[in-house]
């Protein structure tokens, strides 16, 4: 076993992020991708996305002028992908959850890329086994919130019912939903903590309620009007502008992040590439903002 524990074995460590270091030791943040979109229910492809997402990288400056920082400035590796087993989504998922798991026993911060919104799902329910208190945000067009689809009870469009279940549904704050069926907007309505409306003053209403808990974000790129984030399985008109989705990570910066995710971005679906150029500026300002 090395420093980092045998959880390592199931990563491929051949790709990395903007400016990713290589020692995980004396990394605060460590950048993981899940390729998997086996529960994919419209436009397959988003297993693309973690590595589009990091080639696209090198298009942006280290340099941030929203925030007026080097992302140099910050600590943090890339372990490089989860060796998904393809026809499981089970085992998948359980190595997964083993990454986090092996990342947060290290008090470290996972920024994991997506593959489909499933993948999250693991994340988060090792951030609850460390932070009983956890408390999830999440970006999104669609609800999530199916109590089956297709008769499947992990799928990504029950994600965020299965983490309801989990850590219970008032510590579930979802923002910029706008997309489900009226059963998931009911369940909605009575069970989680649903921000109708406008992100930003919905965002700001929220924060203090949430000073000094532990916070997982989850940030799926189709939150954002399709107009500026094509490349995604499940587009959905009437969201967020790229700038909109910008200032909502930076005004989270208050809070106590312990795991971030970006999910959902389907390369194949934007031959201009800016869904995942956007995705990778995403990173760089979480980056940047929460570690």
């Known amino acids: 076993m090395n420093q980092e524990g045998n959880w390592t074995g199931l990563l491929d ?6 400016g990713a270091c290589e020692e995980y030791e004396s990394s605060r943040g460590v950048i993981f991708g899940v390729p998997m979109d086996f529960t ?3 436009r ?6 973690p590595r589009r997402i990091r080639e696209s990288s090198v298009g942006i400056e280290e340099y941030s002028f929203y925030r007026n920082q080097d992302i140099f400035e910050k600590s943090y590796c890339d372990l490089g992908d989860v060796v998904v087993c393809y026809g499981d989504p089970g085992a998948s998922l359980e190595m997964t959850k083993q990454v986090a798991r092996g990342i947060l026993a290290g008090g470290k ?9 499933l993948i999250s799902l693991p994340v988060i329910q090792a951030a609850a086994e460390r932070h009983p208190e956890l408390a999830v945000l999440q970006f999104d067009a669609h609800a999530d919130l199916r109590p ?3 008769g499947q009870v992990q799928s990504h469009a029950t994600v965020m019912r299965r983490t309801a279940e989990l850590i219970g549904g008032q ?3 979802q923002f910029g939903i706008r997309s489900g069926s009226r059963e998931e907007w009911e369940f909605a309505r009575r069970e989680t903590r649903l921000q109708p409306g406008p992100v930003i003053p919905a965002l700001e209403r929220v924060l203090q309620d949430l000073k000094g808990r532990p916070v997982y974000i989850t940030l799926d790129i189709d939150v954002i009007d399709p107009a500026f984030a094509p490349g995604t399985g499940t587009p959905e008109a009437g969201g967020l502008t790229s700038r909109e989705m910008i200032d909502a990570i930076h005004l989270m910066g208050g809070l106590r992040v312990v795991g971030f995710d970006l999910v959902e971005v389907s390369p ?6 800016r869904t995942a150029v956007l995705a990778a500026l995403l990173l760089r300002e979480a980056i940047l903002t929460y570690l």
């Open 13 to 18: 460590r051949s790709t990395g992020f903007l």
């Open 148 to 150: 089956d689809y297709l």
């Open 268 to 273: 194949a679906y934007d031959p201009s590439e």
């Open 171 to 173: 510590n579930l704050y």
């Open 40 to 42: 994919t229910s419209f």
């Open 44 to 49: 397959p492809g988003t297993r693309l996305g």
């Open 109 to 117: 911060v996972p920024l994991v890329l997506g593959g489909e919104h």
